[in-house]
């Protein structure tokens, strides 16, 4: 299971959100929630904190599952107990790989993607780095961590090779109406955050060419 991948970006300045519901969290405040229910392993908190869709062609496509079970994760969301190891391999890598404990990190300030209107990032920091968070905002649910952009950049490649694979099968509309609804805008939203990644850039149009996004 992949472990978070740090975006070491600058943040760009745009204009605010609009129509963020007032009565849900502010993206840094869902941030610290998604920290603590990631240390935790809290699956119900992972839920409601995070983007379903774009979750779970993440998972499927790391974990190489059929495509049947790629329109099955699609529909029903990553849960029960593939939610629940999902989630703690995410937690441990991330401390593996970068020997930081999630419960030490800051979150800090928010800023709009100015590419995108209803995307913000939210920086996190240790003493050592710092990494952004990207979330998006779909009323009425309000802010959620949007793992696509988040993580998406360092998985572009894998997600392409993975839709082509599935686009001569029985669930390949499914799969590629997921591609266009949640891959392809998360990827848009993380291409200004990765200045000079001419892959992922590469990566992203051919995805939005293959599913007519």
């Not at 998972?59 to 699609?74: K, T, Y």
């Amino acid at each position: 299971m992949l472990g978070f991948i740090l975006l070491l970006a600058s943040c760009n300045e745009g204009e605010p959100p609009e129509e963020i519901p007032l009565d849900q969290p502010a993206p840094a405040e869902v941030v610290e929630l998604w920290l603590l229910a990631v240390n935790d392993v809290d699956v119900s908190a992972l839920d409601a904190t995070v983007e379903p869709v774009g979750l779970a062609v993440l998972a499927g496509a790391e974990n190489q599952v059929r495509s049947d079970e790629m329109a099955g994760l699609i529909e029903t969301g990553v849960t029960g107990g593939l939610a629940q190891g999902y989630w703690q391999s995410f937690r441990d890598d991330f401390e593996a790989i970068r020997d930081i404990d999630i419960g030490s990190i800051v979150v800090g300030d928010e800023r709009p993607v100015a590419s995108n209107p209803d995307y913000v990032t939210v920086t996190i920091s240790t003493p050592e780095q710092s990494s952004l968070v990207v979330l998006q905002t779909n009323s009425p649910v309000g802010w959620q961590i949007d793992m696509v952009a988040t993580i998406g950049p360092g998985l572009a490649s894998q997600l392409r090779t993975y839709l082509e694979s599935a686009l001569d099968g029985e669930f390949a509309e499914a799969i590629a109406d997921a591609y266009r609804n949640a891959v392809v805008p998360g990827l848009d939203a993380a291409i200004p955050l990765n200045p000079g990644n001419a892959l992922l850039v590469f990566e992203t149009e051919f995805i939005r060419q293959l599913v007519g996004g």
